[in-house]
Each structure stands twice: as structure tokens, then as C-alpha cells.
């Protein structure tokens, strides 16, 4: 069984949906061991206490700078040494430390198609905000490994999205996550911990 840590800094409902996915044995080899908050006032954090899963806050603003942040981050990291470290709404860019040391076990979910509208920047509704802006008429969400390119590692899952005329960042953001993320991010989760998955040439291949 791999175990899995989440990191998570707002409503959690990608981490919501991971946990349903290990209740109803959609995901069969992992189980959430650890959920990691960059805010204290997360309601991720009640999502964990509701599913008995172990949680603690490292406070993004209790420290100075993001090296700082990243070191503490470390700690706890390499103190549950997990198999697979899963940024579900994470909204802290990780340090070089962090990626070195888990390389490919770190997965984020991002709420477009990669590479449009992911990077600097571009995080929760400001996504949302510059694909209406841009007009696009599909968008979407992208499960990639996390490499020191910010959104730039290698692509596992993605999904589209239909964009309405009458759409807000808001209603957006609830149909790609309703559409999109709650189903590859989980899917992506159960494809890694059942050995599905390999990276060549940085690009993910997904076998049987
Ligand atoms: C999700 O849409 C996620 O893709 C996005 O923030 C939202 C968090 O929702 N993440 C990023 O933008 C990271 N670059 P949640 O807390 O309800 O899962």
C-alpha cells in the first residue's frame, strides 16, 4: 500500500474527492496518511479530521521567506518519507529541496490544459479569469508530475471542458473542477500507485 501525503491550502475539494475515491476502492493501493496545510483556517483540514486522516499546519505566513517555508516543509516531508506527495490545491510554489529529494512522486492538479494559462501566476480563479478573457470555448484540467518548471512537469492525465457564453471565473472554476479535476486527479492517483504509470523522455506512458 503507497502512502500518500496531500498538501493542500484552501477548500479541499480535490483532496474531498480523494478521499471518496479510497472509501469506494477506486483507489486501491494508496491511503492518505497526511494532510499538509499552508493555512491554518483550511477548510481541508476539516475534510481530514471528518475522514480520521492526520493533518498539520505549516503556516505560510509564519515565515519570513519561502526558502524559510520550504525548509520546514522539508522536514515534515522527509519525516513521513511518502510514496507519492499529492499538491491538491496547493497554492505555494515548492523549493528546489523538495523536488530534488521526492523526484517524480510529486503530482499537482492545474485548472486548464496545459500549457495554456499554467505557470507564474496562474493559480485558483486567475485561471479561470484569463481563459474567459482569452475566449477560449474549452478549457480544462491537467494532471502532471511536478518538476522545477512551475506546471511544466510531465503531463499524466488531462480533461476538457465545454466554456458557456454566460460563464464567470466562478462557474467556470465549478465545472472544471466538477468535470474535470474530481475524476483524473483520483484516477491519476490510482494509475501511480498501481505501478501504471512511467516517465521516458520526460512524457508519461500509461500501461496495462
Ligand atoms: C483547484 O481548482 C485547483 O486546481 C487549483 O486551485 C483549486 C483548489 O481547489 N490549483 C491551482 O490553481 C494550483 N496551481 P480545492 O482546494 O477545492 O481542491
Redesign the pocket.
Known amino acids: 500500500m503507497k502512502k500518500i501525503t496531500v498538501l493542500?491550502?484552501?477548500?479541499?475539494?480535490?483532496?474531498?474527492a480523494l478521499i471518496k475515491a479510497c472509501q469506494d476502492g477506486e483507489i486501491k493501493n494508496g491511503k492518505i496518511s497526511l494532510v499538509i496545510s499552508s493555512n491554518p483556517n483550511?477548510y481541508?483540514l476539516k475534510r481530514a479530521e471528518n475522514a480520521n486522516i492526520k493533518s498539520v499546519v505549516i503556516d505560510r505566513k509564519l515565515s519570513t521567506s519561502s526558502l524559510e517555508f520550504d525548509q520546514k516543509l522539508l522536514i515534515k516531508l522527509k519525516e513521513e518519507n511518502p510514496d507519492l506527495i499529492v499538491?491538491?490545491?496547493?497554492?505555494c510554489i515548492l523549493g528546489k529541496n523538495i523536488i530534488k529529494h521526492f523526484e517524480n512522486k510529486i503530482i499537482?492538479?492545474?485548472?486548464s490544459l496545459i500549457p495554456a494559462f499554467c505557470g507564474k501566476g496562474?493559480?485558483?480563479l486567475n485561471?479561470h479569469k484569463a481563459a474567459l478573457e482569452r475566449g477560449v470555448k474549452l478549457t480544462g484540467?491537467t494532471v502532471h508530475f511536478v518538476n522545477e518548471e512551475a506546471?511544466g512537469g510531465p503531463i499524466i492525465l488531462q480533461k476538457s471542458v465545454n466554456v458557456n457564453d454566460n460563464d464567470t471565473p466562478e462557474t467556470l472554476?465549478k465545472r472544471?473542477?466538477r468535470q474535470a479535476?474530481w475524476n483524473i486527479l483520483p484516477k491519476a492517483v490510482s494509475l501511480i500507485c498501481s505501478g501504471k504509470t512511467k516517465i521516458i523522455n520526460n512524457k508519461v506512458h500509461i500501461g496495462a
Open positions: 493542500v491550502s484552501g477548500g479541499g475539494t480535490n483532496l474531498g483550511a481541508a499538491l491538491a490545491g496547493f497554492m499537482n492538479v492545474h485548472p496562474f493559480y485558483g485561471v484540467a506546471d472554476q472544471v473542477m479535476e
